[in-house]
């Protein structure tokens, strides 16, 4: 899959992780509403929402699913119609050739998000999942945990729901990462769950959130909180061509600008593409603190 050239070397000596959510940012959908709207369980789904955690209720869906006489098959083949943006499938194909470690991060569970990988053919792209525990118990039903246990050991973070700090998950990503000798991140997310993680990334670190999605909308009014180089996104197009960049950019630096700049064709032929617009409409929408927001042509 990956191919050992000099160029491929180059790449992976750069040290680039790229960390994704996985729900409205790798699938067009949030595979839980997925699930439970698909298999008719909209209803009770919204009834029980205001009475318990969302990941407990997941858990709880797939009881009341169970009960229904849904199996497991079932909620499979429903997992497999989530829409999935084939340029988005490029792109995780294209960064893990040029040697990027590629992870998910996500609040969905074990169970949802490997039947839709593997049923893509991505299951091999990605050295880790992190996400809430699923196992299928007695008579072939789903059962889902939390990512931390919040009854013995809550995580303390007020950011995120009991059931999962993505930062907390982030940091370990970054401390094992480190030990690699894996320098540099990219986080792509939409969630107000991925506004935590977001904080975890040091300047040269890349931070993609999904345009008019609530991490963008936090990012806004936050901007002074985020160290990272902002470049947001809004489709599957726009998620390829500049995760690409931004990883080309990483392992070139500024000899991208300057080959832009000075036409410089040996240098701008090795771009997989270029990108410039999203950032001036991120300033745009937010003229009052653009020396804040570090982004970059
Ligand atoms: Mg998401
Ligand atoms: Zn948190």
Not at 175 to 200: M, N, T, V
Request: a negative charge; proline letters at 5%.
């Amino acid at each position: 899959m990956r191919n050992n050239t000099l160029l491929f070397d180059i790449f992976e000596m750069a040290g680039i992780v790229v960390v994704f959510d996985f729900d409205k940012t790798i699938i067009d959908c949030d595979s839980d509403n997925w699930v439970v709207d698909e298999l008719g369980a909209t209803g009770l789904f919204e009834q029980l929402l205001p009475t318990m955690p969302w990941n407990t209720l997941m858990d709880r869906m797939m009881e009341e699913l169970h009960l229904q006489g849904r199996t497991i098959e079932e909620i499979a083949e429903c997992l497999k119609q989530a829409p999935l943006d084939p340029r988005i499938i490029d792109a995780i194909k294209s960064a893990y050739a040029l040697g990027c470690d590629l992870k998910i991060v996500s609040d969905a569970n074990m169970f949802f998000i490997e039947t839709i990988l593997k049923h893509h053919g991505l299951t091999d792209y990605f050295s880790e999942i992190n996400t809430n525990p699923s196992y299928i118990v007695e008579e072939n039903k789903l059962r889902i945990f939390p990512h931390h246990d919040f009854t013995s050991s809550p995580h303390g973070c007020v950011l995120c729901p009991p059931n999962m700090c993505k930062g907390i998950v982030m940091e370990r990503i970054k401390a094992s990462a480190f030990k690699e000798g894996k320098k540099q991140f990219i986080y792509l997310g939409d969630g107000k769950g991925d506004f935590c993680p977001s904080l975890r990334l040091r300047e040269g670190d890349r931070l993609m959130p999904r345009k008019n999605y609530p991490l963008w909308e936090l990012i806004c009014s936050n901007p002074l909180s985020i160290k990272a180089e902002i470049h947001e996104w809004s489709d599957g197009e726009e998620l390829k061509r500049i995760l690409l960049y931004q990883i080309d950019s990483i392992v070139y630096g500024d000899q991208i600008g300057d080959s832009i700049i000075y036409g410089d064709k040996n240098t701008s032929d090795m771009l997989v593409s270029s990108d410039s617009k999203f950032q001036s409409s991120l300033l745009s929408a937010h003229n009052s603190v653009p020396q804040v927001l570090r982004v970059v042509n």
